[in-house]
C-alpha cells in the first residue's frame, strides 16, 4: 500500500513565489528608504527613535522560528496540552524582556546584553558569553535552517541540499 504525499499544485507555487517576491520588495523598499542611515547608531538603534513595543515585537518575530511553526504542533500532538505551559509562558517572558531590558539598554545607551555585562562585571566575561552564544547560535542554525529545508523538500521535490541554500 502506497502512501500518497501531498505535493505542491501549481497554485501554491504561484502563491509561494508570490510571497517571496514580496518579502524581498519589502526589504528593498526599506532599503531604498532608509539608505541615508549609514552610522551604526542608526542601524542598530533604529537612530534612537523607536519605542519600547515595535523594538518588543521585533525581538519577538525574529525568534519565533520554523521549528516553532512546525515543532509545536507536533509536539502538541505527541505529548499532548501540556505544551500550552510554555505556548502561554511564550509571549510573557518575551514581554517582561521587553518591557525590563530594552528600556535599561536604551537607557544606558547600549546595544547589546554584552556591552552590559562588560559595564556590570568585567571585559572577559563580555567575551565568554560571546563565545557561548556564538557556539549556540551555531547549532541553533543548523537545526533552524534544516527544518523548513525538509519541509520544502516534502512538498516541492527540490533537493534538500538546494532547499537548504535557499532557505
Partial sequence: MSVQLNKFHYA????????????????????????????????LLGGGDLKVFPVGISILASFTSAISILGF?????????????????????????????????????ITSAYQYLELRFHKYVRTTASVIFSLQMFLYMSVALYTPALAIEQVTDIPLVYSIGNV
Fill in 73 to 109: 504542533s507536533a509536539e502538541m500532538y505527541r505529548y499532548g496540552t501540556i505544551y500550552w505551559m510554555i505556548t502561554f509562558s511564550y509571549p510573557l517572558t518575551q514581554g517582561l524582556t521587553a518591557l525590563v531590558f530594552i528600556p535599561l539598554f536604551h537607557g544606558l545607551k
Fill in 12 to 43: 501554491d507555487y504561484i502563491v509561494f513565489v508570490a510571497m517571496l517576491i514580496f518579502s524581498a520588495f519589502i526589504g528593498l523598499i526599506f532599503g531604498w528608504l532608509n539608505r541615508k542611515k549609514q552610522s551604526t547608531n542608526d542601524f
